[in-house]
């Protein structure tokens, strides 16, 4: 690399960094404008395309599984047996005062 391209690179980088801060209003009307090109990117593709797509329908019905329901319902009745069990327990209080 020879030294007028570095040098070229120093000069464009300093108009760069220094526009900036010589026009602070058009800086942030420059991002304000960004955020806001940002965001309606963001509505466009998760609401309106979203709504605009249609919902694939599949052709299987869904099925209730009463084997499974009936096991599932099993379990939770032998482990409300098991916590009932425990709540039934009288433990002693160790803040009351003996008589």
Same mark, same amino acid.
């Given at each position: 690399?020879?030294?007028?391209?570095?040098?070229? @690179?120093?000069?464009?980088?300093?108009?760069? *960094?220094?526009?900036?801060?010589?026009?602070? /209003?058009?800086?942030? $009307?420059?991002? #304000?404008?960004?955020?806001?090109?940002?965001?309606? @990117?963001?509505?466009?593709?998760?609401?309106? *395309?979203?709504?605009?797509?249609?919902?694939? /329908?599949?052709?299987? $019905?869904?099925? #209730?599984?009463?084997?499974?329901?009936?096991?599932? @319902?099993?379990?939770?009745?032998?482990?409300?047996?098991?916590?009932?069990?425990?709540?039934?327990?009288?433990?002693?209080?160790?803040?009351?005062?003996?008589?």
């Amino acid at each position: 690399m020879n030294k007028e391209f570095i040098l070229k @690179l120093k000069n464009i980088g300093s108009v760069l *960094l220094n526009s900036p801060a010589r026009n602070p /209003i058009f800086s942030v $009307a420059f991002l #304000f404008l960004i955020v806001l090109a940002l965001g309606a @990117l963001i509505f466009y593709r998760y609401d309106i *395309l979203v709504k605009a797509s249609q919902p694939k /329908i599949t052709a299987e $019905a869904v099925q #209730f599984e009463e084997e499974l329901y009936r096991q599932i @319902l099993k379990e939770w009745q032998t482990r409300d047996e098991r916590s009932g069990a425990v709540d039934s327990l009288k433990y002693i209080d160790p803040f009351q005062e003996k008589r």
